[in-house]
């Protein structure tokens, strides 16, 4: 690739900088105390709830260790990645994602209206799963999305429905320390995930770019959903918007934990106690690097909107409810083709 192809190029205000700044006190918490049961006691618990909920507070984003996920099955989901991205174009592009489901390979994706340095292979955690068909809240109508199953390498879908068990554990754990930290019952949250969740797995991979000053792998954006744990290589290129002073610092890997931060609709539930931190990935001109974010996202029909427990005279709802669904639809269409306009954001949905 010798001439810059513009459909990467960053503005200028949004380039990322080279001097890195190491995040410092991203916090690591160990989750022993809930996955290892014979040793758990309420008091221990109890510290543990405050962490995670200094964490959402202060940063938006934390890691975690001790979390439960077999390493092995980590490795094993990593191994098949690197071998389904390292196959010829062609036959990556037989598992294309179409026009009705978003889902299996694609290499086009802009964030923001910028292409990102990277390809991807896509999975919902449900298939098929249940979606309006169109972003039009009159339109009652639903689509389906179905997963791909590619030949190579084998027993990709199994690994990965396997590995998606694994993250939905996960996920249901640390909702009920969330909800505990926002003085709510544990399982406040379950009702909106047990059924029709629609969750999606994503493998990320960042070839090697020419120009890292000018590109991104994925321009700033937030996460929409409610959680998001992300698997990254040691390769490392995230980097979140430091609340405290706005800055770019970068997240450091740490072998065997997960990177962990809260989207949107936690955001929205919450009525702003924790917030949604901006977050991007830089690309590497030596090294390629792969990442696994695991998207953990409601019941299409969730109506998503503060809850009453948070809300009162004083602190009245700042957010008009909305349906994630539609929410979903929206976005993933943004995400198909370069447009003109900014896709949608819950700020759209902010009572003034
Ligand atoms: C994402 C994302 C970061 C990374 O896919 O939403 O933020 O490090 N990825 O790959
Ligand atoms: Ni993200």
């Not at 990102?116 to 009159?138: C, G, M, N, Y």
């Not at 909800?179 to 994503?202: M, P, W």
């Not at 120009?211 to 744990?229: E, N, S």
Request: hydrophobic letters at 35%; a negative charge.
């Amino acid at each position: 690739m010798g001439e810059v192809d513009p459909a990467f190029v960053q503005d200028p205000q949004h380039r990322p900088n080279l001097s890195i700044i190491q995040a410092e006190g991203i916090p690591i918490i160990d989750l022993s105390p809930i996955t290892n049961h014979t040793l758990s006691d309420s008091s221990s618990i109890e510290g543990l709830v405050k962490e995670i909920g200094s964490a959402c507070k202060e940063w938006g984003f934390f890691q975690v260790t001790n979390h439960g996920v077999p390493l092995s099955l980590r490795q094993r989901i990593e191994e098949a990645s690197r071998l389904f991205f390292a196959q010829s174009l062609e036959e990556k592009r037989k598992y294309r994602r179409d026009e009705i489901s978003p889902t299996g390979y694609y290499d086009t994706e802009h964030t923001k209206n910028v292409r990102d340095w990277k390809e991807v292979f896509d999975f919902q955690a449900r298939d098929p799963t249940f979606i309006p068909l169109t972003s039009d809240e009159h339109d009652d109508r639903l689509n389906h999305w179905n997963n791909p199953s590619p030949q190579y390498p084998p027993h990709f879908r199994d690994i990965i429905e396997e590995y998606i068990q694994e993250m939905e554990k996960l996920c249901f754990k640390l909702l009920e320390l969330i909800a505990l930290s926002l003085g709510l019952e544990a399982k406040r949250f379950e009702e909106f995930f047990i059924k029709d969740q629609t969750s999606n797995i994503r493998l990320n991979h960042y070839p090697p770019c020419p120009y890292p000053h000018l590109a991104l792998g994925v321009g700033r954006h937030k996460d929409g959903g409610a959680l998001t744990i992300l698997a990254q290589d040691e390769v490392g290129g995230l980097e979140v918007k430091r609340k405290a002073d706005q800055q770019w610092v970068r997240v450091k890997p740490t072998p065997d934990t997960y990177i962990i931060n809260v989207g949107d609709v936690i955001q929205v539930w919450s009525n702003d106690a924790y917030e949604s931190v901006e977050h991007r990935a830089m690309v590497n001109s030596e090294k390629e690097r792969f990442s696994i974010p695991f998207f953990f996202n409601p019941a299409h029909y969730t109506e998503v909107k503060p809850l009453e427990e948070l809300t009162n005279e004083k602190n009245p709802p700042k957010y008009r409810p909305y349906k994630w669904g539609k929410f979903l639809v929206r976005r993933k269409g943004g995400n198909f083709k370069k447009q003109n306009v900014e896709n949608l954001q819950i700020y759209h949905f902010k009572i003034a």
